[in-house]
């Protein structure tokens, strides 16, 4: 098992790779985001047998997350491993690695409330469900960590204008 940091070669890669996630739990990156996000140097593949199996796309906060001040912040924006591979804590090996090399105080994800398989490996690790919010799909803002227009709700809403994601965070404390 080796770890790569992204670059911007590894699109197309990543690109196959989200293709193979159900679009009803999780919300595919645009080539765009995926630039903004690698640009940090906070993104990692992992490579069993030279074949990258697994990614996690992540990002330095550009504002405060909730009250929280950026610069203790990690944005973990996307995990994905490949099916064949899941159920051996890839997640927790990818995420864990990233932390070791980028100290901060707080990591920052979202998952979708339907991901359950998602949901369960974050609680595992540590990460505690702090909020469902609403990301208005008209913003123009791809992240929906910081934006004052997200709305905190109630479970479950039926807006079809709307993304739900449960904000979910882990403290190095």
Not at 38 to 43: A, C, E, P, R, T
């Amino acid at each position: 098992m080796k770890f790569k940091k992204l670059t911007i070669e590894d699109i197309p890669e990543i690109i196959r790779m989200e293709n193979t996630v159900s679009g009803s739990i999780y919300q595919h990156n645009t080539k765009e985001e995926m630039v903004e996000m690698i640009s940090d140097g906070l993104s990692y593949g992992l490579l069993i047998n030279q074949k990258m199996v697994g990614f996690n796309l992540a990002f330095k906060a550009t504002e405060d997350v909730y009250g929280i001040p950026k610069d203790d912040v990690i944005i973990s924006d996307a995990t994905v491993i490949l099916e064949e591979y899941r159920g051996n804590s890839y997640q927790f090996v990818l995420h864990s690695h990233r932390d070791k090399k980028h100290k901060r105080k707080y990591v920052v994800t979202k998952t979708s409330p339907y991901n359950l398989a998602s949901l369960k490996n974050l609680l595992k690790y540590g990460f505690k469900i702090d909020r469902l919010i609403e990301k208005d799909l008209s913003s123009k803002n791809p992240f929906p960590y910081c934006e004052e227009s997200n709305k905190t709700v109630g479970y479950p809403t039926k807006e079809p204008k709307y993304l739900r994601y449960l904000l979910v965070f882990q403290s190095s404390d």
